[in-house]
């Protein structure tokens, strides 16, 4: 049972245009979501975060929107840069506990 | 560089063996998460520590187990290992100040044979 879903294994996006990553999640228990990005043979990389009470987070070029009704966030990247090519994961995190959940990841692959 | 530690950095074994895996976490944190990474998976969280005890626990398997000593570092113990254990597995901290916001360490690669 997915609880958090990533259903574009795989994304190109030309340098200079908008990465638009998606996330969909199941429990509504889920209080808080973040991003991460991991390059290969690293550890994931902590993005940008957002609270259940937020519909919106902005951090330079990153923004995080939450859909709480619909059960679906995303991660828009203005403008991409090559070195932004990555894996995406999306994760969330209940209001009962500290049990991350994490998507199955998006591979961004920005074209210069 | 995250300021989380792990090692070893690679781990090649046999089945039916046990390996402990160790992670350090950054200066000042004191949770430490671990996470399993199998081969196009995504990342499963497996248990929590926060400042020498079990805070969370996820799909951690019986033949496995974690513990955070008092220097805050932690070591995660796999045994009877199986062919299926082979995969990366993340050790993370955080701080009290963000408590949501972890920082991974390069991994440790254990492979199974």
């Known amino acids: 049972d997915q609880q958090v879903k990533q259903n574009s294994p795989s994304l190109s996006v030309q340098e200079g245009r908008i990465s638009i990553l998606n996330c969909d999640y199941t429990n509504s228990m889920f209080d808080y979501f973040l991003w991460y990005k991991k390059y290969p043979a690293e550890g994931p990389t902590f993005l940008i975060s957002?609270?259940?009470?937020?519909d919106k987070n902005e951090d330079g070029r990153f923004t995080v929107f939450l859909n709480k009704s619909a059960k679906h966030l995303s991660l828009h990247i203005v403008p991409s840069q090559p070195g932004d090519s990555a894996v995406y994961f999306c994760?969330?995190?209940?209001?009962?506990?500290?049990?991350?959940?994490f998507g199955p990841g998006t591979r961004l692959s920005v074209l210069p | 560089d995250s300021g989380v530690t792990q090692t070893p950095k690679h781990l090649i074994t046999a089945t039916g063996q046990r390996v402990t895996l160790r992670c350090s976490p950054r200066s000042g944190d004191l949770s430490v998460y671990w996470y399993q990474q199998s081969l196009d998976q995504g990342l499963q969280f497996l248990i929590q520590?926060?400042?020498?005890?079990?805070?969370a626990k996820g799909n951690i398997l019986e033949r496995f187990s974690a513990q955070q000593f008092p220097d805050l570092h932690s070591e995660l113990n796999l045994s009877s290992l199986e062919l299926g254990d082979s995969a990366l597995y993340f050790c993370?901290?955080?701080?009290?100040?963000?408590?949501?916001?972890?920082?991974f360490g390069p991994g440790t690669r254990l492979t199974v044979t």
């Open positions: 957002i609270s259940s009470i937020k």
């Open positions: 994760a969330a995190v209940p209001d009962y506990g500290q049990n991350f959940v």
């Open positions: 993370a901290s955080s701080g009290p100040g963000t408590p949501y916001e972890q920082y």
């Open positions: 520590y926060y400042n020498g005890e079990e805070r």
